[in-house]
């Protein structure tokens, strides 16, 4: 490599691990599907620059150390076997300087029959995605958790009206809109020893309740009361960045047919489509 050019950032890992554990009890099974990421930092600069492979994990190995630990204890909640993750590279390895691991968990429901819940099989909940970010180095350890695709809509309390309007202008102002979005959220966890799976399923309820009943005067409008409700309700959250695209729903002009349209037919589009990200952080944060 030449003189005045030098390698100053590095890092590699296994992506998209697959893993589905089946962790068997005497009255039922529970089921976890996940998909892993690593990435490593560390002592790897040789390996890019001469090609020396002495100090390089390879990823095969990463994806096999995933598989051992999902059998040698229950995963739990998906940021504490991230953590676990983490923490077997970084205690086996010396010359390893940190490790990110990122963790979906596709989330699957029993299955109900009158009335009752089955034991042993399931049904998948949907595109909706639960998700966990571990990094951690020899200094510090950050947790962050997550929800993706969790997709909602609202036919009622939504409006957008009153925006800046020039030449190219041809939106309509609506005080009565289909408000429908897939919410991507993550949020960060200001310690490491928490009730993660209760935290996760009150910032799901608490960010579905202020959707619901929100009188939103925009997506803007609505995210911002999202964001805030996690940060009043969980005092261990220190920040939550939302992500909202816009999936809008075009009322149909049925007049060719000499029939009205009172905001019930509409025909959905998925592009282009608004796309709305915010961070909130707690004052003081």
Known sequence: MAASIRLTDNRYGKSRVRLVKVERHATRNDIKDLSVDIQLTGDFEASYTTGDNRLVI???????TVYALARKAPIGEIEE????IAEHFLQRHAHVAGARIDISENLWRRIERDGRTHADSFQLWGPERRTAAVHRDRERTAIEA?????????????????????????????????????????WSYNATSL????????TRETLLEIFASHDSRGVQHTLSAMGEAVLERFPAV?????????RHCLLVDLSPFQLDNPNEVFVPTDE?????EATLTRSGS
């Open 58 to 64: 390879p990823t095969d190995t990463m994806k096999n």
């Open 238 to 246: 220190s920040e939550i960045h939302l992500s909202m695209p816009n």
């Open 81 to 84: 076997f991230a953590l676990r």
């Open 272 to 276: 282009p489509h608004g796309l709305i």
């Open 146 to 186: 997550g929800i993706a695709d969790l997709v909602v809509l609202k036919t009622k309390n939504s409006a957008f009206e009153g925006f800046l309007r020039d030449e190219y202008t041809t939106l309509r102002e609506t005080n009565d809109r289909l408000f429908g979005t897939a919410v991507k959220a993550e």
């Open 195 to 202: 009730k993660f799976g209760d935290l996760w399923n009150g």
